[in-house]
């Protein structure tokens, strides 16, 4: 799928990143980047730097200049007490492509808490570099985490962005967890009455999930545990005998995801 959608994503500045060695592993679970470049008074007026742009459409034609989504103009997202915890973004005005009759977008003020949350639940998960997890690896995972908590749900209060950046992380982490076996960065596999392993991520996630909201909290988990527990389940062949059995398959696939 990814390399269907590669032709419609691209860079939007050359950037230089490192490889880091595996000895400097530790490092990476301490602090974040950012914190070394905003004091704690400015950088919720700032916005987290975006470095790709997507366009399925490949359409560069003009946007709309009708006045559609007015609550997104910057002047009422500013004016809004709904729209308290999220910066706009005029994305035209950052050369962002923007094909789109949106007039801005949002970001959440609390980047910074969602990247420290996420590499909190990392640094519970792998204590040590034994578990053989590198640093790029690290950072891949709290970039994807973030980028989509502040980005997707953007309007949520801190502890809320908070407990969705930690929960996403263990969401991307959690098929290579099973893979290698380490239950503590998985999700509880709700189809084995008879699972007796430790899932440390889960139980801080869903700690403070319940804790932001007990009702949309509780639907929140279901809703993670049966979509981590389609992937501990014993997976079929890749060929399907019959159109109806893998139709089958993919209702419960597609109802899980």
């Known amino acids: 799928m990814y390399s269907s959608l590669s032709a419609y994503i691209s860079p939007l500045k050359a950037t230089s ?13 301490r602090t974040s980047q950012s914190f070394r470049y905003f004091s704690d008074l400015d950088y919720r007026n700032c916005i987290r730097k975006i ?4 366009d399925p459409v490949e359409n560069q034609s003009a946007a709309s200049a009708r006045s559609y989504f007015s609550f997104l103009n910057p002047q009422a997202v500013a004016d809004s007490p709904e729209l308290r915890h999220a910066n706009c973004i005029v994305p035209p005005s950052l050369k962002i492509p923007w094909v789109t009759s949106f007039p801005a977008s949002l970001q959440s003020k609390y980047w910074m808490e969602a990247e420290e949350a996420a590499r909190d639940l990392l640094r519970a998960i792998f204590v040590t570099p ?11 995972v709290i970039d994807a985490a973030v980028s989509f908590t502040v980005n997707v749900v953007p309007t949520g209060s801190l502890s809320r962005t908070r407990a969705l950046a930690r929960a996403y992380t263990l969401i991307f982490i959690h098929d290579d967890a099973v893979e290698s076996g380490n239950f503590d960065a998985t999700i509880p596999n709700m189809c084995n009455n008879n699972e007796r392993h430790s899932h440390t991520a889960f139980d801080m996630v869903a700690q403070e ?10 639907r929140f988990l279901d809703g993670m545990m049966s979509w981590g527990s389609l ?14 059995s893998y139709v089958k398959y993919r209702i419960e696939d597609v109802g899980a995801e």
Do not use: C, H
């Open 17 to 29: 990143k490192s490889i880091w060695p595996r000895n400097q592993y530790i490092s990476s679970l």
């Open 51 to 54: 470095l790709y742009a997507f």
């Open 130 to 140: 034994s578990q053989k997890v590198s640093e790029k690896y690290i950072e891949a």
């Open 209 to 218: 999930v319940m804790s932001e909201d007990t009702a949309q909290g509780r």
């Open 231 to 244: 992937s501990q389940t014993i997976q079929p062949s890749k060929a399907f005998p019959t159109l109806m």
